[in-house]
């Protein structure tokens, strides 16, 4: 993809999660691949009025050039995307549900199968750590480990893709099971499926090609 295509696509990205409200404000963040450098998104610029030139460019060893400075959370986009040669894109973002399940450090277990497009048997909760800092990315880091989401204690949720429409369909799926979550506790803890049957469900996920087909519109 060219880097001004790629670069419309995060803006677009970044609107459509605050249109259907998966976010709120300049909350979120998003970031991408580009050859070898990282596209990230700017610091505390309403998105309505972000243009693709806003979009920071940054090196491997996390150097920035262009006419605005990084999110604030720049280093786990940076950390992410250096570490994980299967992503492509991250989105952050902090929707409701899924920061709720976050302010109680909950791990989405294994409730109902569709934790597993995730990529394991639960979508983790990182511990808490200050917004910006190096230990919330390595936190963030940990998390993520065999899994292309999670949730951030205290903060909201991170979802991973090979593409942005793939990491923003997916955060839409997280957010989704955490409400689904919340719902079924309700009526007390619900049962959970197995990791035999969970490991049943992503070999037939692998084998399908499986991916998050809930619509991003």
Known sequence: ??????????????????DIGLNQGTSGNVSARCGDRILVTPTSLPYDEMQPEDIVA???????EGQRKPSSEWRFHHDILSNRRDV????HCHSTHAAAMACHQLDINSFHYMVAVAGGTN????????????????????????RKACLLGQHGQIALGSTLKQALALAIEVETLAKMYIIARQMGEPPVLSEEEMGRVMNQMNQMHYGVTRSPS
């Open 58 to 64: 940054m090196d491997a060893d996390g150097h920035f």
């Open 1 to 18: 993809m060219e880097e001004l295509e790629l670069r419309r696509e995060m803006v677009a990205a970044c609107r459509r999660m605050n």
């Open 123 to 146: 979508i983790r909760c990182a511990p808490y750590a200050t917004f910006g800092t190096q230990a919330l990315s390595d936190s963030a880091l940990k998390a993520l480990e065999g």
């Open 88 to 91: 492509n894109a991250v989105l």
